[in-house]
């Protein structure tokens, strides 16, 4: 049945049980004074035995030699007696008793029952970085007290490394051990064995046990052993001759590259690191020359790990005091720095005020000038004469009849009007009036683009241009009753009456800015009526004195109105166009689609200049900030220009002020008061005109801050002139530190006889 089979076993249960099988039930002798309990090993010479002492009841391990054929009993008689030297050093295995004449020879062992390093690495892999340095103090002790007393271990591996009951390391296995001032060779175990032992003639060196404490440490920490490789292992192993096998292993150590799975370990300081990368120097030049210096590093890096609060403490603490003094002094600094641009802010801000008014009065006092060449063009004796024989001519009154009843288009009648010799000689007596502006005898006077004359029904019936233009272009014949430089009301009329129904203006007219359909650029235009004699022949008489009389005394309409325009960047205070770090600015402040639109401009006029113009396109004020900067706010103001193309100088945050600009006084106080409506809105004498100066924000600022960048610069001086003395005053400390440590003896001379001047007792 199936469930009477017998249960089969594992390969690997075989060979427990196999192995089991084996072992020995009796020890091979029985020893006065010792209860032998059971069998712990076996190896290549004999078998290992527990036991107890029967005087003691001491744990205690018996190895017994039963193979005496293999056995070199020179190498086990030092073994013996090197463990005997060392037995009253505690971190060495005891040895209790030697029976070297029985049969089997033994010798007595205390017992350590925790087994090997090799063992516990074995099971853990690698050790905490703290436990693993630990350990290998404790290895070094031993090993150091054993060169102490002249010996040299020369195979030292975790296997020989054998745990207490308080898992403190005691070094076992002396058969390959050396006296200090022996000359032959020893061979340790491969990869724990420094490259310059691996020769058959090397003599005996501490710094042989160095490399292994190294390669011990190593393992510790990574779980691995340096520069073992398979394949290494497998050329070794094939090499042939011992010599051969150790040129091998040799060749490998010195051609391979330094190990460095140490250092990928987190809680490897640098200090550790260098300690086992001079333990594995290749070159035992490099290598510590003794245990004694390997013992002297781990005193230095506790030592190092100790100061370092108290280092730490030393640089840190006068740091942060620094650094809190600094934070205060930057906070003062900045309170002040605050406080001085709020005070500086209120002070621009009022100066700013008074400039934006001193811009507006400078641009009403060239408002006057042009109404003065206003007045003196619309009473020149030549003009009043030409003008009344245009206006005496039949034929030309009615076709100017015939247009007037047309306005806006283009009348049959238009051509012959044009060829009229009348009409032409009043065209001439303006182009010379015109010239006296352009370089002429009145050159100096302010800036005028066209020149024209309109009649009682607000035909242009003559015009002269700064520039030549063609005739077909011109716009005499065409009708502009609707225009506000005709009628005088604030805004053109969109839709209206005949012209007919629309009279002309009886007074001086500044109108609202317009931009030119030509051009692009905004212009503004000045009219006044024009009065003429009851009798042709008294041309002579002036307008002022004609309007006078028609005015105040007989309520007769103007026989005409003439008008001169100018483009608001031709007045003298809006010609800067250079960019500065104060502009004057002119803005739109009728009420509607146009309120805030930017007039005047510096960049208005250098694209004109560069062939990149900006005919055509409008830039206004943020929502909002017209009023705000009318109420007298202080605002953050944004150039609206600062969006054009070739703007990107006016970007930033400005100051800005606005004043008003107001008609001359005698001219202002002879505007009419018209009735309110859509087609005449009440007038005053305040222009739809505002003057905007504009400060650069952090020119206004800049005082501060080079007082900030300057204090700062002090300040970071000074804190920097405090750290240095602080490093200063640390490493001076530190180095005389060192140098003391530097002076302490390292411990003890060499016994006598031995040929390692380096070798100390600790």
């Given at each position: 049945?199936?469930g009477d089979?017998t249960e089969?076993q594992?390969?690997?249960e075989?060979?427990v049980a196999e192995?089991?099988s084996?072992?020995?039930?009796?020890?091979?002798?029985t020893?006065?004074?010792y209860?032998?309990?059971?069998?712990?090993?076996?190896?290549?010479?004999?078998e290992?035995w527990f036991?107890?002492d029967?005087?003691?009841g001491?744990?205690v391990?018996?190895k017994?030699?039963l193979h005496r054929?293999?056995?070199?009993?020179?190498?086990?008689s030092r073994?013996v007696?090197?463990l005997?030297?060392?037995s009253?050093e505690r971190?060495i295995?005891?040895?209790l008793e030697v029976g070297w004449?029985?049969e089997?020879?033994?010798?007595?062992?205390e017992?350590?029952p925790?087994?090997?390093?090799?063992?516990?690495l074995?099971t853990?892999?690698?050790?905490?970085?703290?436990?693993?340095?630990e350990?290998?103090r404790k290895?070094c002790l031993a090993?150091?007290?054993c060169?102490g007393?002249?010996?040299?271990h020369?195979?030292?591996?975790?296997g020989?490394?054998?745990l207490?009951?308080?898992h403190g390391?005691?070094l076992a296995?002396?058969?390959?051990?050396?006296?200090?001032?022996d000359q032959?060779?020893?061979?340790?175990?491969?990869?724990?064995?420094a490259?310059e032992q691996?020769?058959?003639e090397a003599a005996p060196d501490?710094?042989?046990?160095v490399y292994a404490?190294?390669?011990?440490?190593y393992r510790?920490?990574?779980?691995?052993?340096p520069?073992r490789?398979?394949?290494?292992?497998q050329?070794?192993d094939?090499?042939?001759s011992?010599?051969?096998?150790?040129e091998?292993?040799r060749?490998?150590?010195?051609?391979?590259e330094?190990?460095?799975?140490h250092?990928?370990?987190?809680?490897?300081?640098k200090?550790?690191a260098?300690i086992?990368?001079?333990?594995?120097?290749p070159d035992a030049?490099?290598?510590?020359a003794?245990v004694?210096?390997?013992?002297?590093?781990?005193?230095?890096r506790d030592q190092?790990?100790?100061?370092?609060?108290?280092?730490l403490?030393?640089i840190?603490g006068?740091?942060?005091?620094?650094?809190?003094?600094?934070?205060?002094a930057?906070?003062?600094i900045?309170?002040a720095?605050v406080?001085?641009?709020?005070?500086l802010?209120?002070?621009?801000?009022?100066s700013?005020q008074l400039a934006?008014r001193?811009?507006?009065?400078?641009?009403e006092?060239?408002l006057?000038?042009?109404?003065q060449?206003?007045?003196?063009?619309?009473?020149d004796?030549?003009?009043?004469r030409?003008l009344?024989?245009l206006?005496a001519?039949?034929?030309a009154s009615?076709i100017r009849a015939?247009?007037?009843?047309?306005?806006?288009e283009?009348h049959p009648d238009?051509?012959a009007f044009?060829?009229?010799?009348?009409?032409?000689?009043l065209?001439a007596?303006?182009?010379?009036?015109?010239?006296g502006y352009?370089?002429?005898?009145?050159?100096?006077?302010?800036?005028?683009?066209t020149?024209?004359i309109?009649d009682?029904q607000?035909t242009?019936?003559s015009?002269?241009l700064?520039?030549?233009v063609?005739?077909?272009?011109?716009?005499?014949?065409f009708?502009f009753a609707?225009r506000?430089y005709f009628?005088?009301?604030r805004?053109d009329?969109?839709t209206?009456?005949?012209p007919t129904?629309?009279?002309?203006?009886t007074?001086?007219?500044l109108s609202p800015?317009?931009?030119?359909?030509?051009t692009g650029?905004?212009?503004i235009?000045?009219?006044?009526?024009?009065f003429l004699?009851a009798?042709?022949?008294a041309?002579t008489?002036s307008?002022a004195?004609?309007?006078?009389?028609?005015?105040a005394?007989?309520?007769r309409e103007?026989?005409?109105?003439f008008v001169i325009?100018t483009?608001?960047g031709?007045?003298?205070?809006m010609?800067?166009g250079?960019?500065?770090?104060q502009?004057a600015?002119?803005i739109?402040a009728r009420?509607g689609p146009?309120?805030?639109t930017v007039?005047?401009h510096?960049?208005?006029?250098?694209?004109?200049?560069?062939?990149?113009?900006l005919a055509?396109k409008?830039?206004?004020?943020?929502?909002?900030?017209?009023?705000?900067l009318?109420?007298?706010?202080?605002v953050?103001y944004?150039?609206?220009?600062?969006r054009a193309p070739g703007g990107?100088a006016?970007?930033g945050?400005w100051?800005?002020?606005?004043?008003?600009v107001t008609l001359?006084?005698?001219?202002g106080?002879?505007q009419?008061?018209l009735?309110?409506?859509?087609?005449?809105?009440?007038q005053?004498a305040?222009?739809d005109?505002?003057?905007?100066?504009?400060y650069r924000?952090?020119?206004?600022f800049?005082?501060?801050?080079?007082l900030?960048r300057q204090?700062?610069i002090e300040?970071?001086?000074l804190?920097?002139i405090?750290?240095a003395?602080?490093?200063g005053?640390?490493?001076?400390v530190n180095?005389?530190?060192?140098h003391?440590r530097a002076d302490?003896p390292?411990?003890?001379?060499?016994?006598?006889?031995?040929?390692?001047?380096?070798?100390g007792?600790?």
């Amino acid at each position: 049945m199936l469930g009477d089979e017998t249960e089969r076993q594992t390969v690997g249960e075989q060979w427990v049980a196999e192995e089991l099988s084996l072992r020995p039930t009796a020890p091979p002798a029985t020893l006065p004074g010792y209860r032998l309990e059971f069998f712990l090993g076996a190896g290549t010479f004999g078998e290992v035995w527990f036991g107890h002492d029967l005087n003691t009841g001491r744990p205690v391990a018996i190895k017994f030699y039963l193979h005496r054929g293999g056995v070199n009993w020179s190498l086990l008689s030092r073994e013996v007696k090197n463990l005997v030297q060392l037995s009253a050093e505690r971190s060495i295995v005891q040895v209790l008793e030697v029976g070297w004449e029985s049969e089997p020879p033994f010798y007595v062992m205390e017992y350590l029952p925790n087994g090997s390093l090799e063992d516990w690495l074995q099971t853990t892999g690698c050790l905490p970085v703290g436990q693993a340095v630990e350990m290998f103090r404790k290895i070094c002790l031993a090993l150091n007290q054993c060169h102490g007393r002249g010996v040299l271990h020369c195979d030292l591996k975790p296997g020989n490394i054998l745990l207490d009951s308080d898992h403190g390391p005691r070094l076992a296995d002396f058969g390959q051990s050396r006296m200090s001032h022996d000359q032959s060779p020893s061979l340790g175990t491969l990869f724990y064995m420094a490259p310059e032992q691996a020769q058959l003639e090397a003599a005996p060196d501490a710094r042989w046990d160095v490399y292994a404490l190294g390669v011990i440490l190593y393992r510790m920490l990574t779980g691995q052993v340096p520069h073992r490789d398979p394949s290494l292992l497998q050329r070794i192993d094939t090499a042939g001759s011992l010599s051969q096998r150790l040129e091998h292993y040799r060749e490998a150590i010195l051609g391979d590259e330094r190990p460095r799975a140490h250092r990928e370990r987190r809680g490897v300081d640098k200090d550790l690191a260098a300690i086992i990368d001079r333990c594995l120097a290749p070159d035992a030049g490099q290598r510590f020359a003794n245990v004694q210096q390997v013992l002297d590093s781990l005193d230095q890096r506790d030592q190092a790990r100790a100061r370092r609060p108290l280092m730490l403490l030393g640089i840190v603490g006068p740091l942060l005091l620094m650094l809190a003094t600094g934070g205060f002094a930057a906070r003062s600094i900045r309170s002040a720095s605050v406080r001085a641009t709020e005070a500086l802010r209120t002070e621009a801000r009022a100066s700013n005020q008074l400039a934006a008014r001193f811009a507006a009065r400078s641009l009403e006092n060239e408002l006057s000038r042009y109404f003065q060449v206003l007045a003196r063009e619309a009473t020149d004796a030549n003009t009043l004469r030409v003008l009344d024989q245009l206006l005496a001519s039949a034929e030309a009154s009615e076709i100017r009849a015939r247009i007037a009843e047309l306005p806006g288009e283009t009348h049959p009648d238009r051509p012959a009007f044009l060829r009229l010799p009348e009409r032409r000689q009043l065209d001439a007596q303006l182009k010379a009036r015109l010239a006296g502006y352009l370089g002429g005898v009145n050159s100096g006077l302010p800036g005028i683009s066209t020149m024209f004359i309109t009649d009682a029904q607000g035909t242009i019936i003559s015009i002269a241009l700064d520039t030549e233009v063609d005739e077909a272009q011109l716009s005499t014949g065409f009708n502009f009753a609707y225009r506000s430089y005709f009628h005088g009301g604030r805004d053109d009329f969109a839709t209206g009456p005949q012209p007919t129904a629309v009279t002309p203006t009886t007074r001086p007219h500044l109108s609202p800015a317009f931009q030119s359909t030509a051009t692009g650029r905004w212009k503004i235009a000045f009219s006044t009526p024009i009065f003429l004699t009851a009798a042709a022949t008294a041309g002579t008489r002036s307008a002022a004195a004609t309007g006078a009389e028609g005015g105040a005394g007989t309520n007769r309409e103007p026989d005409g109105v003439f008008v001169i325009t100018t483009d608001l960047g031709d007045f003298e205070s809006m010609r800067d166009g250079q960019l500065s770090d104060q502009l004057a600015v002119v803005i739109e402040a009728r009420q509607g689609p146009l309120r805030g639109t930017v007039l005047q401009h510096p960049l208005l006029d250098q694209p004109s200049r560069e062939g990149n113009s900006l005919a055509g396109k409008r830039f206004q004020l943020a929502s909002g900030v017209l009023d705000r900067l009318l109420a007298g706010g202080d605002v953050d103001y944004l150039d609206p220009m600062a969006r054009a193309p070739g703007g990107r100088a006016y970007q930033g945050v400005w100051l800005a002020a606005v004043a008003p600009v107001t008609l001359p006084r005698e001219i202002g106080d002879e505007q009419p008061r018209l009735p309110a409506s859509d087609t005449a809105p009440t007038q005053s004498a305040e222009t739809d005109l505002l003057l905007l100066v504009q400060y650069r924000l952090s020119k206004v600022f800049e005082p501060v801050g080079d007082l900030q960048r300057q204090l700062m610069i002090e300040g970071a001086t000074l804190l920097a002139i405090l750290f240095a003395v602080t490093v200063g005053m640390w490493w001076y400390v530190n180095r005389i530190t060192e140098h003391s440590r530097a002076d302490e003896p390292s411990g003890p001379p060499p016994p006598s006889g031995s040929d390692q001047p380096t070798i100390g007792v600790r």
